[in-house]
């Protein structure tokens, strides 16, 4: 008789390859220590809304494909932006090993989880082969001919139909006219969407209060919860709040300034080691005895913007630059540069739990992206609490801009 086994718990289903794991674990300070530089070159620049959202994982996965095929100073720059000191190789590897640990959740039913890579390159142009594998074996990035030369109206349109697809629709149109052309030789895609439901739902929302900035106040959605499940941590001039989703493998964490004016302070001390040391801080359990008071503003943000002046500020400028440029792992020449790097991204934070879609396209061209009351301006967060990489990031501070 052969004995029956046991399928494997969250817990071990979650578990990275031992032989991965520590570039695994490099992998994702690299990537939290990129949400954080990235924040705050998106908040420090003056026409940035008062609410903004963004993934952090989805773009660090598409410049970590495109270094894949970049060379030199190019590839040099695109790293320190990414702030990964592994070698390419080890860089796929490790994201190959995250990408099947933040899927292995999906199988339990404790979120939704898409994480969706795609190559879209010009049918008959020749690329380097290792490339191409690369891509495919490590990230899942399948290359798919399209016409840009010929049709790129039509390519644009099979793109954002991928796109629209694997974020259930939450991104129907990812690419902008003028995003691709006749001389585009490959659009790297990436794609992320999550859906999940809180451990503890809130209350139907109510109407309430919302403090701004300036110390207005203005009306917004509030749920209000004597028992909802958080655990937190106090820091100098901010809390932080950990709502965990169901299973408790994942979570949305909110950094709350102790007063309205208080944002401005929390982004000026936002780097990536002082985000690294607050989310690795110790967390107590909120005492939910029915006293003390749990509220969070309903709320949606949907975001879109080029990359390219965030990305300069992060010091990606060679590869903006056909003279510059260093793309010869993608198709064995220096002919080949970036003409655009979009990303658009969108959450909704309800009663259920919290639902967010985000997508990273990248061109290349040939020559010729106590009571803890989150009633004022506030940072969030998806964090994965088995890795600990941080997915989705974002600013909420005006309820009357959605």
């Known amino acids: 008789m052969v004995a029956a086994c046991s399928a494997p718990s969250l817990e071990q289903a979650r578990q990275l390859p031992a032989a991965e794991a520590s570039d695994a674990r490099a992998a994702v300070a690299a990537n939290n220590a990129f949400a954080a530089s990235f924040y705050s070159a998106v ?122 697809t694997q974020t259930d629709g939450a991104i129907p149109n990812l690419l902008a006219d003028g995003d691709v052309d006749a001389f585009t030789r490959l659009e790297i895609v990436d794609a992320v969407r999550f859906s999940g439901t809180w451990a503890v739902p809130f209350p139907p929302a109510v109407p309430g209060q919302f403090t701004l900035g300036d110390g207005s106040t203005v009306s917004a959605q509030m749920m209000a919860s004597y028992s909802a499940s958080l655990d937190t941590a106090d820091f100098d001039g901010f809390s932080l709040g950990a709502f965990p989703f169901s299973e ?75 003279e510059t440029a260093d793309f010869s792992g993608i198709d064995g020449a220096r002919d080949l540069y970036v003409n655009n790097a979009v990303h658009s991204a969108t959450v909704t934070v309800d009663e259920h739990g919290a639902q967010a879609s985000a997508a990273t396209g990248t061109g290349v061209v040939i020559l010729l992206m106590n009571d803890f009351v989150a009633d004022h301006p506030f940072i969030f967060l998806i964090h994965d609490e088995v890795t600990g990489a941080v997915l989705f990031m974002g600013r909420f501070a005006d309820p009357t801009q959605q």
């Open 43 to 164: 908040a420090s620049n003056p026409n940035t809304p008062a609410n903004f959202f963004f993934s952090p994982f989805s773009i660090s996965v598409d410049l970590a494909m495109l270094d894949a095929g970049a060379a030199n100073e190019t590839d040099a720059q695109l790293r320190s932006a990414l702030q990964t000191t592994l070698s390419s190789d080890a860089l796929g590897a490790a994201y190959k090993a995250l990408l099947a640990s933040l899927a292995a959740g999906t199988h339990f039913g404790n979120y939704d989880l898409t994480l969706a890579q795609r190559l879209f390159g010009q049918q008959g142009f020749a690329y380097v082969p290792s490339y191409l594998a690369t891509t495919k074996n490590d990230y899942g990035a399948a290359l798919e001919p399209v016409d840009f030369a010929d049709d790129p109206s039509a390519a644009v349109t099979t793109i954002d139909s991928w796109v629209s």
């Open 248 to 322: 408790q493998d994942m979570s949305m964490i909110v950094l709350l300034p102790d007063g309205a004016a208080g944002l401005p302070a929390l982004e000026a001390t936002l780097t990536p080691e002082t985000l690294a040391s607050w989310l690795a801080a110790p967390r107590e359990p909120f005492d939910a005895d029915g006293s003390n008071l749990v509220e969070l503003p309903k709320y949606s943000v949907t975001t879109q913007m080029d990359l390219d002046t965030t990305l300069g500020a992060l010091g990606v400028t060679d590869a903006w630059i056909p």
